[in-house]
Each structure stands twice: as C-alpha cells, then as structure tokens.
Nanobody, 124 residues
Framework: QVQLVESGGGLVQAGDSLRLSCVVS????????AGWFRQVPGKEREFVAA????????VYGDSVKGRFTISRDNAKNTVALQMNSLKPEDTADYYC?????????????????WGQGTQVTVSS
C-alpha cells in the first residue's frame, strides 16, 4: 500500500520560512515524478511545484516562483518543499503527490498517489 505523509506545516508570520517534508512508503519513488499542490477550502487544488525523477528538472506555479524550492532524496524516499518569504495568500493545505512516468505535470488529475495534507497558515 502506497502512503504519503506530509509534515512541517504550521502557523508563521509573513516573511517567514517553512520546510515541508513528504515521506513515501510502499513504493520506490525513483520511477515517479513528485509534486506539491495546495488548496484553500472552497477553491480548486492549485499546482505549486513538481520535480523530475532524478531531481534535475523542476517547474513551479507562477505564484511561488522564486520563493519556493522543491527537492527530493530518492535514497530516503522523500520530497521536500522549502518555502521562503511566505505571504498570507500562501495559506492553504499543502499536499504531496507522485505520478509514475517521466513528464512533469501540473494538473492534480495527472497524479496517482496523494498524501493527507499539512496545513500552512501565514499571518500578516
């Protein structure tokens, strides 16, 4: 059974940093593209970032470009999201997801496995 467990969320002030982690079990992620999404209640899930299987290629949503960095450690089966210069509009539940394959995708429907999410709240 594939499980993704996120951690690292919390309440911070605008301008602060947070680092989210995602541990994958039940599957070796070396064959998977990994991504982070976020969602505010009542709104659609929004693409944040994705990283290739080797970690050499990344893509970011426009709203986080230059502030967030996605990374992965295949030896530890983990994916991370470093979030800097946080803004109140970054407040959301953040989800880790993986998809078998090569191509970096930005739609939630392209991802096969999901974590339960971790909450990030940024106060002004």
């Amino acid at each position: 059974q594939v499980q993704l467990v996120e951690s690292g969320g919390g309440l911070v002030q605008a301008g602060d940093s947070l680092r989210l982690s995602c541990v994958v079990s039940g599957r070796t992620v070396t064959t998977d593209v990994a991504g982070w999404f976020r969602q505010v209640p009542g709104k659609e899930r929004e693409f944040v970032a994705a990283i290739s299987r080797s970690g050499t290629s990344t893509v970011y949503g426009d709203s986080v470009k230059g502030r967030f960095t996605i990374s992965r450690d295949n030896a530890k089966n983990t994916v991370a999201l470093q979030m800097n210069s946080l803004k109140p509009e970054d407040t959301a539940d953040y989800y880790c997801a993986i998809r078998p394959g090569v191509y970096l995708r930005t739609l939630p429907s392209d991802y096969a496995y999901w974590g339960q999410g971790t909450q990030v709240t940024v106060s002004s």
